[in-house]
């Protein structure tokens, strides 16, 4: 039986990110793929994966999952987490009607005067003309450009010593043989090279406390999770 309340993520690094950073806040989250994932009777949401399409800028699976979602006639709740364009902070109106636009009446004009950097939540219609909660969530944080890893290195902890040289390894470097978008990933990834246990995924290392889940950027996402799902009425305070 399809969840009355489901959030689409990137992929599967961005699915264990989210399920354990809301975990660490007392949120259940369900999975379907894992068989010790609690059952939906008992969680907030269900959380599945929308693989990218990389022939296509990596976005263009998206529009289609929310589509075939929102044909569903028992969905109450729709939640959205995909990475930023490349053009992006100007294109955060245009994203949002992007991932939700079918029809040319479905624009959210609201968006012109909406506080983007704490996510964005309205209502929209499923096909059959029931109304719909939606929320939308631009990785690393709704203001600029990046992914999850942009969004993990926000969470390093303060005091980390050995963020700061890895800063310094990454800039010092001989030789860039990765692109210069994915700068973040090559910094987030050095930094998790060194720890107790190596190369953690973020997911893990979030749960393990290597990666804070209490700061400013982890606690507007699990809030913006909190007023998007009914289950979940009160925001957690930084």
């Known amino acids: ?17 989210v399920r354990n950073l809301v975990y660490t806040h007392d ?36 529009p289609r999952a929310v589509k075939s979602h929102l044909a569903l006639q028992d969905l109450q709740t729709l939640g959205i987490v ?13 994203r949002v009607n992007e991932l939700l636009l079918f029809e040319e009446d479905r624009v ?21 003309g029931d109304s719909v909660r939606v929320g939308v969530w631009i990785m690393p944080n709704n203001e600029s450009e990046g992914a999850l890893e942009e969004f ?17 390894v990454i800039e010092g470097l001989p030789e860039r043989r990765f692109d210069p978008r994915d700068e973040g990933k090559a910094h987030i990834h050095t930094w998790l090279a060194w720890q107790e246990t190596p190369r953690e995924p973020i997911g893990r290392a ?33």
């Not at 039986?1 to 990110?17: C, K, Q, R, W």
């Not at 894992?34 to 022939?55: H, R």
């Not at 004009?109 to 309205?122: A, C, K, M, P």
Request: proline letters at 4%; aromatic letters at 10%; glycine letters at 6%.
């Open 27 to 62: 949120i259940l989250v369900h999975y379907d793929q894992d068989i010790d994932s609690p059952g939906l009777d008992s969680c907030a949401f269900e959380i599945k994966t929308v693989d990218s399409d990389n022939t296509s800028g990596g976005q263009s699976k998206f």
């Open 152 to 168: 993990a290195m926000d969470l390093v902890p303060e005091d980390d010593d050995l963020w700061d040289y890895s800063d310094e």
């Open 1 to 17: 039986m399809p969840s009355e309340h489901t959030l689409l993520v990137e992929g599967e690094s961005d699915l264990h990110a």
């Open 82 to 94: 995909a990475d930023a364009d490349n053009d992006f902070p100007g294109s955060w109106e245009a």
């Open 206 to 238: 979030i749960n393990q406390g290597v990666l804070a889940p209490e700061s400013a950027l982890a606690l507007r996402f699990v809030n913006w999770v909190r007023r998007l799902f009914p289950s979940l009425d009160t925001e957690t305070e930084a």
């Open 108 to 128: 959210f004009t609201s968006l012109e005067d909406f506080d983007v950097r704490n996510g964005w939540i309205d209502r929209t219609r499923n096909q059959i």
